[in-house]
């Protein structure tokens, strides 16, 4: 038992040595024509990849339009670069460019652009890419589409430029308003200090002439050529006496007036605070209004320095590879019919 089994697996190795004897003999028969033909095949494909169009890469980044950028630098755009991918690969665009080619007498209009877009690693700016053989087009392409994408949301940029425009009139009217209320109570301060210097003047002057009445009362009363004394007498009480209630009623008017005086100054630093933050307001809504900007292009329309298309080297390569692989499956396959015609060749010779 044992030695038929090893009788068997001799006989089954030495048949698998048969098999690849013929295998390696078929190929060495056939070494010159699969030889010639996969070299005839490298030189066709080799002429066949330098008669193909040269296809070049138009390569331009863009960045969507941006509404306004927050203090903390968070940029909020008018849309978002998903939106502006689907927008050009959805075709939205691609009848405006065929009437551009059109117009510029091109003989071929592509029914769709192959327009390539991809997002830009973590930022927010989208890459767009087209293969054509005419770089010139290719390049015209791209500022048109950048033209058109720009076009799409110039309605949205106005809008939201004219909301600020609103925004910054309303706060020119209040700073008009504001900046007429400082006229206003600079101008009413200067009066009021300016009646006050009166008052003050008048009270000063009538305590000076008090006080020379005061000084000369003896005088005045010796050469008085009042003959009744006590009537002199009384009507010199009397001026004092004036004189003394006038200075006290110009003292509550002074005391009125600079009670005035600090509220209108109060009024007054209000005014200056609100005209000062609508200042700041307006800065900071003209610095918002110039952030709005529509779809910024930040790589132009660049042609790559190498045809992408055709691959030479790599046709080639597969070409050869392919050419010997069929030259090696029709050598085994005319051998094998070779070798069926021979055997029933014999076979009807030795029935005969």
């Known amino acids: 038992m044992a030695d038929q089994l090893v009788k068997g697996e001799n006989r089954s190795d030495y048949e ?25 095949v490298a030189v066709v494909s080799i002429v066949i990849s330098f008669q193909l169009p040269r296809i070049y890469r138009i390569e331009m980044t863009i960045q969507p339009g941006i509404l306004n950028v927050g203090q903390d630098g968070k940029v909020t755009y008018i849309d978002s670069i998903l939106n502006i991918k689907s927008l050009i690969d959805a075709g939205v665009f691609d009848s405006r460019l065929k009437k551009m080619l059109q117009i510029s007498e091109h003989t071929a209009v592509p029914e769709t652009f192959a327009f390539k877009t991809q997002l830009s690693g973590k930022t927010d700016n989208l890459e767009i890419s087209y293969d054509t053989p005419d770089s010139a087009e290719g390049v015209a392409l791209l500022t048109r589409l950048k033209d058109h994408l720009a076009e799409h949301y110039t309605d949205r940029i106005e809008y939201f430029k004219d909301q600020y425009k609103s925004k910054i009139r309303l706060k020119k009217s209040e700073m008009d308003t504001a900046e007429s209320e400082i006229g206003t109570l600079e101008h009413t301060i ?21 006080q020379m009445l005061v000084g000369n009362k003896e005088k005045f009363l010796k050469h008085n050529d009042v003959k009744d004394y006590a009537l002199s007498t009384l009507l010199y009480n009397i001026a004092i006496q ?13 005391y009125a007036f600079l009670e005035q005086l600090d509220k209108t100054k109060q009024q007054l630093l209000e005014a200056h605070n609100r005209k000062k933050t609508l200042t700041e307001e307006i800065i900071i809504l003209e610095q918002e209004r110039r952030n709005i900007k529509n779809i910024e292009v930040l790589k132009p329309p660049t042609r790559s320095e190498r045809p ?32 069926d015609t021979r055997f029933r060749t014999i076979e009807s010779e030795l029935n005969v």
């Open 242 to 254: 004036q004189n003394i209630t006038v200075v006290s009623g110009n003292q509550k008017e002074i």
């Open 16 to 40: 698998d040595e048969i098999k690849l004897i013929d295998l390696l003999f078929v190929l060495w028969k056939w070494k010159w024509r699969i030889g010639m033909v996969t070299v005839a």
């Open 308 to 339: 992408v298309k055709p691959k030479k080297t790599l046709i080639v390569v597969l070409s050869t590879i392919v050419g010997f692989f069929l030259m090696v499956v029709i050598a085994f396959l005319m051998e094998s019919i070779s070798a």
């Open 190 to 210: 200067r009066n009021i200090q300016r009646t006050i210097s009166d008052l003050k003047a008048e009270n000063k002057f009538i305590k000076a002439n008090n």
